[in-house]
């Protein structure tokens, strides 16, 4: 009986851990399926990124050349005189444009005086030209994706402007293949097609390559990835961002147009067996691991196999950060876990992680503010948030004693569970240096050597976006001299100038870095208050108002101010009217006043 009862017992303890490993199995077998579904996504994903890095790269650089083009005098005065002979072959012969295809010049009327590939100047494109129209009408440099008779292809625009009046447009065109070449150096290959419903517009097709009725726009592509892509279904394909079988790992961009219309595709493929599986093989070690030492020792080995896990994450992570050039840390929302040895390269006043933490809570407490840059963390945001939840590039500008870095900034989720993020801060200063250079010969008031009207409109823009990106008050203040007409009439221009002058002076010298000061007319400015409430805004104001009239250089002037704050949502140009009303309210209680809208 004894017997018995021991091998029922034996008989049932084995049915009931044959069935827990049998349930086991299957949890193993579907977090196995759900991690591989993971993994495809992610590098789905991390495929879409590079390929967005790699568009945004090539569009900085082409910009910069056509911005570059816009100001030779040259140029702009072949387009100021009009001369049906003017040579443009010695403006842009003579130059060298690495990866730069086409480059074509418009008159003022939109007509073709210039093309660096054809001597066939008859065409008028103006009515069908929404990116040359919309960068005419905002006076503004643009990227694109557009489709001409020749191939889809990146656009970068730049309307040329004398005092107002536009005098050209320059337009540089460049070709998909660059981008494709460098995604194949990361193993992903590149089909560019062009939406079909857009083919009639291709007369003369560059690359004479078809996939069914879509055309294919980058000259490298494989004619194994066409033989491919031609046993899929493409709607379905098209569709989708993720499309995945035994061979590949296809994912789908749309490139749009000015209007955010779909014009073509970006198909990325990458061979499935490169698909990482380190976390599944860990993931599948680990828990048969468990499960042995659940059958054996249920309690103590168990305690010790999470004990080795616990430490063999702590040294992944530590061996995952010290391997990045870059600054790089794991951190939760609230505090920092770990950071490289980078670090401290930046962070010279500190030796440790440990010393750092003693005196600052977040690396947030070092980003400056500075318009188009993150922020430190708001009372409902940490900066973590805002770089997961942007999937644009995200950067910083971090001040160290006297110097100040900017940085690109990426970030990962490691661990759902323990809330862990990887982040890494790219050192883009130069680049970042470089580009404000490049902005400030076209942004600045020749007189008063502050920014122009031009800038003003770039920048609130660009403020206006961050406001709404970051969840930050913006304010605005319009002001004017007043009675300038009179002391221009009674004393001259040149005294005119000279007030001018002296008085952008002082109203530079006090206000915060931040500011955007800009001369936006003759004698009105504006100033563009970034992390500023209307409160504030108009307590700058008065006191702007009461140190320019007991300045008394030159001559004895005031001035009269509007002040608005930003309504999430609202137009730009309401924006302005509301200030500029603001204004009128000022002059007509007397002048001399401050009044908010």
Not at 129 to 158: G, Q, W
Not at 446 to 469: D, G, H
Not at 516 to 542: Q, S
């Amino acid at each position: 009986m004894t017997f018995k009862l021991s091998r029922s017992i034996i008989y049932l303890i084995s049915f009931m851990l044959l069935l827990l490993v049998a349930f086991y199995i299957k949890y193993l077998i579907d977090t196995k399926d759900a991690l591989e579904e993971q993994n495809y996504t992610s590098s789905a994903k991390e495929m879409q990124m590079s390929l967005i890095s790699s568009i945004t790269k090539k569009q900085t650089k082409t910009m910069s050349v056509a911005l570059e083009l816009a100001q030779d005098n040259g140029l702009i005065h072949n387009l100021i005189d009009g001369d049906e002979n003017s040579n443009y072959k010695d403006i842009f012969g003579s130059k060298s444009y690495n990866n730069i295809g086409h480059i074509r010049v418009y008159d003022k009327n939109l007509h073709s005086v210039y093309k660096n590939w054809s001597e066939n100047l008859n065409d008028d494109i103006s009515f069908n030209r929404v990116d040359l129209e919309y960068a005419i009408k905002t006076k503004t440099p643009i990227n694109t994706t557009f489709v001409d008779e020749h191939s889809l292809s990146l656009k970068s625009i730049v309307p040329i402007f004398i005092k107002n009046s536009l005098i050209g447009v320059l337009e540089l065109s460049s070709e998909f293949t660059e981008i494709s070449k460098e995604l194949k150096t990361k193993n992903i290959g590149s089909l560019v097609l062009l939406n079909k419903k857009y083919s009639n517009e291709l007369n003369k097709p560059a690359t004479n390559i078809f996939l069914g009725e879509y055309y294919v726009a980058n000259y490298d592509a494989s004619e194994v990835a066409i033989d491919y892509i031609k046993k899929i279904d493409m709607l379905n394909l098209l569709s989708k961002m993720v499309y995945k079988d035994k061979n590949y790992l296809i994912s789908t961009y749309r490139l749009k147009d000015i209007k955010d219309n779909t014009i073509g595709y970006y198909i990325l493929l990458k061979d499935s067996s490169l698909i990482t599986a380190q976390n599944i093989d860990h993931f599948l070690v680990v828990s048969l691991l468990i499960l042995v030492i659940v059958l054996l020792v249920v309690a103590l080995l168990v305690s010790y196999s999470m004990y080795n896990y616990y430490k063999t994450q702590k040294h992944f992570y530590k061996d995952m950060i010290h391997q990045s050039p870059n600054i790089a840390i794991i951190a939760s929302k609230d505090e920092i876990i770990e950071v490289n040895d980078t670090f401290f390269k930046y962070f010279s006043d500190f030796t440790t992680l440990e010393e750092f933490k003693k005196h600052h809570k977040t690396i947030s407490e070092f980003f400056a503010k500075e318009g188009g840059y993150m922020c430190q963390d708001s009372e409902d945001f940490c900066w973590i948030e805002l770089v997961m939840q942007n999937i644009q590039e995200n950067k910083v500008k971090i001040v160290l004693k006297e110097s100040f870095y900017y940085f690109a900034i990426s970030a990962s989720l490691i661990s759902k569970e323990k809330g862990l993020y990887y982040a890494t801060f790219r050192d883009i200063t130069k680049e970042e240096l470089y580009k404000k250079e490049l902005e400030n010969t076209n942004i600045t008031d020749t007189l008063t050597k502050i920014k122009n009207r031009y800038f003003y409109n770039l920048q609130l823009e660009s403020e206006v976006a961050n406001a709404n990106r970051y969840f930050y008050p913006l304010s605005l203040i319009i002001f004017d001299i007043d009675h300038f007409k009179k002391i221009n009439d009674t004393y001259g221009h040149d005294i005119g100038d000279k007030v001018l002058i002296e008085y952008t002076k002082l109203i530079n010298s006090h206000i915060r870095d931040s500011d955007i000061f800009c001369r936006i007319g003759g004698e009105e400015f504006a100033i563009i208050l970034p992390h500023a409430t209307k409160a504030g805004a108009y307590k700058l104001a008065d006191k702007l108002r009461m140190v320019v009239m007991e300045h008394r250089v030159i001559l004895k002037v005031t001035m009269s101010f509007g002040v608005v704050e930003y309504k999430k949502g609202e137009d730009l140009e309401l924006l302005f009217k509301r200030a500029d009303e603001a204004l009128y309210v000022a002059k007509q209680n007397g002048r001399n006043k401050v009044a908010v809208r």
